[in-house]
Nanobody, 128 residues
Framework: QVQVVESGGGLVQAGGALNLSCAAS????????MGWHRQTPGKQRELVAK???????EYADSLKGRFTISGNNAENTAYLQMSSLKPEDTAVYYC??????????????????????WGQGTQVTVSS
């Protein structure tokens, strides 16, 4: 099993900054990509930023310049630095990892596959 856990959410005033952390653990061979998404009530979950194992980053166009994603392959972690926060950034932020994982298939065999794993989310609230 793979677990993805976010931390660092909270309440911040408009114009402030907040840093989110994400850690993946468990039956991990390697992680191809980690990313951050966010969701507000009544809306679809949207991509904030993602980073590949090779360090290629992608951002939502509207967030470029204010949000920065980074990752540590050795520690299976990803981080999101958010600055110049606006009330419209208020959302639940979810971490996602595309993981090459494995399990014991019995008879001395292992089963390998890749899958997407999500954290429970962390609330970010920006007050005006």
């Amino acid at each position: 099993q793979v677990q993805v856990v976010e931390s660092g959410g909270g309440l911040v005033q408009a114009g402030g900054a907040l840093n989110l952390s994400c850690a993946a653990s468990g039956s991990i061979v390697s992680i191809d990509e980690m990313g951050w998404h966010r969701q507000t009530p009544g809306k679809q979950r949207e991509l904030v930023a993602k980073i590949t194992r090779g360090g290629v980053k992608e951002y939502a166009d509207s967030l470029k310049g204010r949000f920065t994603i980074s990752g540590n392959n050795a520690e299976n972690t990803a981080y999101l630095q958010m600055s110049s926060l606006k009330p419209e950034d208020t959302a639940v932020y979810y971490c996602h990892a595309h993981v090459n994982t494995y399990e014991d298939a019995g008879d001395d065999a292992m089963r390998f596959w890749d899958d997407d794993f999500w954290g429970q989310g962390t609330q970010v609230t920006v007050s005006s």
